[in-house]
Nanobody, 129 residues
Framework: QVQLVESGGGVVQPGGSLRLSCETSGFSLDYYGIGWFRQAPGKERQGVACTSKSIINGVESTTYAESVKGRFTISRDNSKNTVYLQMDNLEPGDTAVYYC??????????????????WGQGTQVTVSS
C-alpha cells in the first residue's frame, strides 16, 4: 500500500526556516518523481518543487517554482525513502498546507498537480510575526 506522510510543519516568523519531510512506504523511492505542493485557503494547489531520478541514466534533477527559487531546497534520501523540503527565508506568502505527491514509475516529476497519483495528508506551515 502506497503511503506518503508529511511532517515538519509549524509556525515560524518571517525570515525563519523549516524542514519538511515526506516519508514514503509501499514502494521504492528510486526512479519515482516526487513533488511538493502547497495550497493556501481559497487558492488552487500549486507546485513548489519536485525531484526526479532518470530511469535511463540515474541522473537526478530538480525543478522549483519561481516564487521559491533560492529559498527552498528539495532533496531525497532513497535509502530512507524520504524526500525533504528545506525552506529558508520564509515569507507570509508561504503560509499554506504543504503536500508531497508521487508520480508513476519512471515518469519525471513536474509542478503540475494533475500529473500525480498518490498524495500525503499535508502539513500546515504558517509564517507570521
Amino acid at each position: 500500500q502506497v503511503q506518503l506522510v508529511e511532517s515538519g510543519g509549524g509556525v515560524v516568523q518571517p525570515g525563519g526556516s523549516l524542514r519538511l519531510s515526506c516519508e514514503t512506504s509501499g514502494f521504492s523511492l528510486d526512479y519515482y518523481g516526487i513533488g511538493w505542493f502547497r495550497q493556501a485557503p481559497g487558492k488552487e494547489r500549486q507546485g513548489v518543487a519536485c525531484t526526479s531520478k532518470s530511469i535511463i541514466n540515474g541522473v537526478e534533477s530538480t525543478t522549483y517554482a519561481e516564487s521559491v527559487k533560492g529559498r527552498f531546497t528539495i532533496s531525497r534520501d532513497n535509502s530512507k525513502n524520504t524526500v525533504y523540503l528545506q525552506m529558508d527565508n520564509l515569507e507570509p506568502g508561504d503560509t499554506a498546507v504543504y503536500y508531497c505527491a508521487k508520480r508513476g514509475l519512471g515518469l519525471m516529476a513536474t509542478l503540475q498537480p494533475l500529473d500525480y497519483d498518490d498524495w500525503g495528508q499535508g502539513t500546515q506551515v504558517t509564517v507570521s510575526s
